[in-house]
């Protein structure tokens, strides 16, 4: 048994070696960066130690402060969007159709896309007097569309863009849950005279939960680090109305150089995305007692 745990772990060595220096290192060191304060061109050189300046001065950082509620907000529509969407069709598709095989080819197709690349898509759609979006909302609608001018177009529209971009993801999740609960207790409640939405509310949802947790802490991880496709859509504009979290990093790092600064921003938006997924956990197996 000992000598079958050692060949084990021998295998699991150099992953783990490999993890270690992509992922653990890097994570040390950003940790040690958010103490200093450290701007590669400054006339200023080397490393100058802080201590929690820079945390502290997140806390009163407007900018910092705002991104981070617009995060929020992005990361809650996003998600619960999604994973309603994602539940449906999951629904949908264990039903049988014409074209279906079809129907999950092409449904699955935004999860190949490059992020950036969903950016610079949905750029294309939006152009005003190109962008098919923009021509269906304006010219079939007569609605004025215009994501350069409206804070509160940009940001529905990157939450679209976000839907449209993992749904997928969720579907699949939802798909492959759905299909291997045992359908017993769900004939068996049925048969005792339960109500379509009361198999759902006692039975499938609490044996879909661990699935659909794992699906909401990947999806809400996904939306608190969003950068490549609102840079390429809205640039985090127009003002500040789509400049989320991992924006607001990436102009105090690059821009600004301030790498300090930018490490301790890096870590405490991960220190918040562990607590709030905790909080979820908490909240959901509560709600599970009763």
């Known amino acids: 048994m000992k000598q079958s745990q050692g060949l084990g772990w021998a295998f699991l060595t150099p992953t783990l070696v490999i993890l270690a220096i992509t992922g653990f290192l890097p994570f040390l060191y950003v940790l040690y960066v958010g103490f200093f304060d450290w701007n590669i061109f400054s006339a200023r050189e080397g490393l100058h130690y802080t201590g929690v300046d820079n945390y502290r001065r997140l806390v009163f950082d407007s900018e910092f402060l705002r991104s981070l509620w617009y995060t929020i907000q992005f990361t809650f529509w996003s998600v619960s969007t999604s994973l309603i969407l994602g539940f449906l069709l999951a629904q949908l598709l264990l039903k049988d159709f014409p074209f279906k095989t079809f129907f999950r080819v092409v449904h699955a197709l935004p999860l190949m896309i490059a992020p950036i690349a969903v950016g610079a898509l949905w750029r294309l759609m939006v152009i005003p007097g190109f962008g098919p979006l923009w021509y269906g909302l304006e010219e079939g609608l007569g609605f004025e569309y215009r994501i350069g001018a409206s804070g509160t177009q940009a940001f529905v529209t990157t939450v679209l863009m976000d839907v449209w971009h993992w749904t997928p993801f969720v579907t699949l999740t939802m798909l492959a849950g759905l299909s291997s609960i045992p359908q017993e207790p769900r004939e068996a409640a049925m048969v005792d005279g339960a109500s379509t939405w009361q198999v759902y509310r006692h039975i499938t949802i609490p044996m879909m939960m661990p699935i ?58 991960l220190y918040f995305t562990i607590v709030f997924c905790w909080l979820l956990f908490v909240a959901i197996s509560s709600f599970q007692k009763k």
């Open 212 to 269: 659909i947790l794992t699906t909401v802490f990947i999806r809400i991880m996904d939306a608190l680090r969003i950068v490549d496709e609102v840079f390429m859509l809205t640039g985090g504009g127009p003002g500040d109305a789509t400049r989320y979290i991992g924006l607001h990093i990436f102009r105090v790092v690059f821009p600004k150089t301030d790498y300090g600064y930018g490490s301790a921003t890096s870590l405490l938006t």
